[in-house]
């Protein structure tokens, strides 16, 4: 458990070094991340190394105690190589190479740049394989999966599809290139998709030409990882994860990976609309989920955003230490502030750091420094996890194909993980989000959303999952593609029909205008719709999509409450061997969605606060037999309430409290036996 900051000593007057280090070291800062974008002080003529200057400040930290982290600088490489070696720059869909100077703009498969990589990061680990601060390497920055048109990725691309089909008949076959005149007759014809209409290519290469994206990124960090580890087979390895446009298969990537590491920028503006998802916890267990353990924050939010854009409000007092706080009580066992001092020069000097430009420590520096006097009192929770038993499942191909054919204005794939994800952090319970290969049996309720693009080995394990007894959420959009991204001829649900009971008579794409929903069953949810309506003054209400449903068996839940199919089922539930399968045809707001989850890990037997605030957030990591709870105040204002729990029958409940948050409070407490 500690906190870091991120350092760039390339930026700075050498003369500030020292009074840098004994200030980190003072406020209690135990590691820090540098190096990741210094290839130009490096490396400042072909073959002409420069480390003494990272041989100094890392020698300052050794002094003072404080760890280190290294970033493989091949994020930029300097300008002389890209003018030296104009083909290691990226192409993009316009097929002209990129303009250089701003960063990242090399092409990962070029092998003349891999060749300066490899020469860099040797000399790197080399040299600081036998100091014991240098704990570990960053791979790049930020990757996202490759998309680069060049020469080589063409051919990159190629290979991949030759991989994979062996023959062009194949290819043809998969894609049903017999529209539009889309056959192939030779591997020649494959190329990256190029131009400004890409929405009108076919989605079965566009999601196959994604898969390779991200595949090919995945290969470069299999080559820097295999380079490093070779050389220091103790040095911990990552890359700082993000959320981006071209997201590489984050299961793959992190496979050989130490851990995962995540840049951590929760808005510091909270959502004043209602039905507003709330999603900083959503990342974090995203993240954790990963590897399915602990992880880091390599870059944390520590003051307002901006440069590159206008800038965002500055953080509200004790929101730099609460997001802090709450990344640790989702999983994060170190934490990187980004970044020590604000920058001075580039274009992202208005990305706020904890120190201003003008180097007078204020507010948020005060702040940082009690955050780092509170992560050190919670040594005790060294080694524990965070506790899940509903898991939310993400997959990537839903990812790229939800991506690559939008199916309502409004409706993301994320939006609708996020949906789930907020509805039962709403009744403060954990979730961990995996991928559809990691083993369910541990989990009392499976959520998965949208499971657009599927093949057996996920509907086997789906299948199997709900009839030894687990509790299954399907929602829309769900069975609609095989795995090649092209339409089941079969009613929908399609393959998942049968655990369902149920069938799709027809969808309505509704969009944004929110229609009447009505619960069926007297006995659902009532008592929780009305505890909720009565905090939030709503009623069920949906959007964005109506699958029309007819029951095959399945008891219906609820029923549309307007529109043509009035009356007409919109959320089942079925019983499925042991366990139960449920079916939500439509995308309710915040009041249904809590009711019904409520309903569903209330069947499932999962305890929770029945009354927590909107906004407050409930976790719990745990180690043995210890178990820690965690209650985060992610809002504005005061938060007040009498704790009260709802427990399965026969379990005792120990721990009603009056709690009191403060704004951005983080209230932790450890379970009596
Ligand atoms: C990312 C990058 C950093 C920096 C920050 C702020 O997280 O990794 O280098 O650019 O964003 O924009
Ligand atoms: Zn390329």
């Not at 719990?620 to 709802?646: A, C, P």
């Amino acid at each position: 458990m500690r906190i870091g900051v991120d350092y760039y000593p390339e930026q700075w007057d050498r003369s500030l070094w020292e009074k840098d280090v004994a200030m980190m070291k003072d406020a209690g800062v135990k590691v820090v991340r540098m190096g990741e974008f210094a290839w130009s002080r490096l490396e400042p003529q072909e073959g002409k190394y420069d480390f003494s200057w990272l041989d100094e400040i890392i020698g300052l930290f050794e002094k003072a105690g404080i760890e280190v982290f290294l970033g493989a600088p091949t994020n930029t490489p300097p300008l002389w190589l890209y003018e030296k070696y104009p083909e290691v720059i990226q192409v993009g869909k316009d097929g002209s190479p990129v303009s250089i100077g701003i960063r990242g703009h090399r092409c990962l498969n070029s092998p003349v740049y891999r060749g300066f990589c490899k020469k860099i990061i040797k000399k790197m680990v080399s040299r600081y394989k036998d100091w014991t601060s240098v704990i570990g390497y960053q791979i790049d920055n930020e990757l996202e999966a490759n998309h680069c048109c060049c020469p080589v990725c063409q051919q990159e691309f190629r290979k991949f599809i030759r991989e994979k089909y062996k023959n062009i008949d194949e290819v043809n076959k998969a894609y049903g290139n017999s529209v539009w005149s889309g056959e192939y007759s030779d591997f020649s014809q494959i190329g990256p998709p190029f131009g400004p209409h890409q929405t009108w290519l076919n989605p079965s290469y566009m999601l196959d030409f994604n898969r390779y994206a991200s595949k090919s990124t995945v290969e470069y960090v299999e080559f820097q990882r295999k380079l490093i580890h070779d050389m220091d087979s103790k040095a911990l390895i990552t890359t700082n994860n993000w959320l981006c446009e071209n997201m590489p298969d984050f299961y793959d990537m992190f496979e050989k990976l130490d851990f995962v590491s995540y840049d951590n920028y929760p808005a510091t503006l909270l959502p004043e609309d209602k039905e507003s998802l709330y999603s900083h916890a959503f990342h974090l267990d995203l993240m954790r989920g990963i590897k399915e353990k602990n992880f880091w924050i390599m870059e944390q939010l520590s003051g307002p955003l901006g440069g590159w854009a206008p800038m965002s409000q500055t953080l509200q007092p004790g929101m730099l230490k609460g997001y802090s706080l709450q990344a640790i009580a989702h999983g994060a066992d170190t934490v990187v502030h980004f970044r020590w001092r604000t920058a001075v020069s580039g274009a992202e000097m208005f990305w706020h750091g904890l120190i201003d430009q003008s180097n007078v420590p204020g507010r948020r520096f005060e702040e940082f420094q009690e955050l780092c006097r509170t992560v050190d009192e919670w040594r005790e929770l060294e080694g524990s996890t965070p506790e899940s038993q509903v898991a939310i499942i993400y997959g990537s191909d839903q990812e790229y194909a939800f991506k690559i054919q939008p199916q309502v204005e409004g409706m993301h794939y994320f939006t609708q993980l996020k949906a789930y994800h907020d509805a039962f952090a709403s009744l403060g319970i954990g979730v961990d989000i995996v991928d559809a290969r990691s083993d369910l049996s541990k989990y009392k309720v499976v959520v998965a959303p949208t499971l657009f693009v599927t093949d057996r080995e996920m509907v086997d394990k789906l299948d199997a999952y709900a009839k030894r007894g687990g509790r299954l959420v399907l929602t829309n959009r769900s069975g609609v593609k095989d795995d090649n991204n092209r339409c089941i001829m079969s009613p929908l649900p399609s393959v998942f029909a049968d655990m369902a009971g149920v069938h799709v008579e027809e969808y309505d794409a509704i969009g944004k205008r929110w229609q009447k929903l009505h619960i069926s069953q007297a006995a659902w949810l009532l008592q929780d719709k009305r505890m909720w309506a009565e905090r939030q003054g709503d009623e069920l209400a949906c959007q964005l999509w109506c699958d029309i449903l007819e029951s095959d068996g399945a008891e219906v839940l609820a029923r549309y409450g307007e529109n043509f199919y009035e009356g007409r089922a919109a959320i089942t539930a079925n019983q499925y061997g042991a366990g139960e399968v449920y079916y939500v045809g439509t995308v309710m707001n915040r009041c249904g969605m809590v009711s019904l989850m409520s309903e569903i890990i209330r069947k499932a037997g999962i305890s929770h606060i029945e009354n927590l605030p909107f906004g407050v957030e409930h976790t719990v990591r745990r180690k043995g037999k210890d178990r820690w709870h965690f209650l985060f105040n992610n809002t504005s204002s005061n938060q007040e309430f009498e704790m009260r729990w709802r427990l399965p029958a026969g379990m005792r409940n120990n721990y009603d409290e009056a709690i009191c948050l403060l704004p951005f409070e983080m209230k932790m407490w450890k379970e009596e036996d």
